[in-house]
């Protein structure tokens, strides 16, 4: 069954966060919706159309719905009121390591950031997420799932190549670096979501 199974958790999840926008047009669009089928069947990806059918059909077209056109929409928020997602509300971790490598280098350069963090609470559904901040440019980054994790330690690892483009420049100067790790999505305004930890490091893109 779906809506009690953790494993269910990534795919719900990444369902959302890709077809979100797609199932928001189709109630839009198509008037009164009667069943799940109706609904998920205009996805135009059967595999997508399957797994919405499967999620709507546990809660009902009408709290399906609701949850879609929820003002803040936050697919990991979505997959536990579908209760495929595992909530924990004691859950707690500590950062307890944060280092890029190398610390400098020119542009062209590929740096690798290294989390390192242990939990001593069990985390429901929660978020590692990264945020690269330059000295000239928007910030970008990258996020971790997180499902059903046991009191240990833990390292996550991400890396990206300083190639300049459009988007990001990589001028030379000092980049912020900053991770978050929370139980549900971080910065949601949504219940079961708060943040554990954060940490901060940096390094420099030179001439």
């Not at 536990?80 to 509300?89: G, K, R």
């Not at 790790?181 to 949601?188: K, L």
Request: aromatic fraction near 8%; include cysteine.
């Amino acid at each position: 069954m779906v809506g009690s199974d953790p494993a269910w958790c990534p795919a719900c999840v990444q369902f959302i966060s890709q077809a979100i926008d797609q199932l928001l047009n189709i109630i839009l669009n198509a008037g009164v919706i009667g069943s799940c089928g109706t609904l998920c069947n205009l996805l135009p990806n059967q595999i997508e159309a399957t797994i919405c059918d499967l999620l709507c059909d546990y809660v009902g077209i009408e709290a399906f719905i609701d949850l879609i056109q929820d003002a803040d929409p936050d697919p990991i928020w979505i997959c536990e009121e579908v209760t495929v997602c595992p909530i924990t509300d004691n859950a707690k971790a500590q950062i307890t390591n944060l280092n890029v490598s190398p610390k400098s280098g020119p542009q062209g350069t590929t740096f690798t950031i290294n989390v390192f963090y242990t939990v001593t609470s069990s985390i429901g559904t929660g978020d590692l997420e990264l945020a690269v901040i330059p000295p000239d440019a928007e910030p970008f980054g990258d996020d971790v799932l997180i499902v059903a994790q046991q009191p240990n330690q833990y390292r996550a690892s991400f890396n990206f190549q300083a190639q300049p483009s459009e988007q990001e420049p990589f001028d030379a100067g000092n980049y912020g670096v900053q991770v978050a790790i929370c139980e549900g999505s971080c910065g949601s305004i949504h219940s079961h979501s708060y943040t554990l930890s954060i940490a901060n490091a940096s390094f420099v893109i030179t001439q």
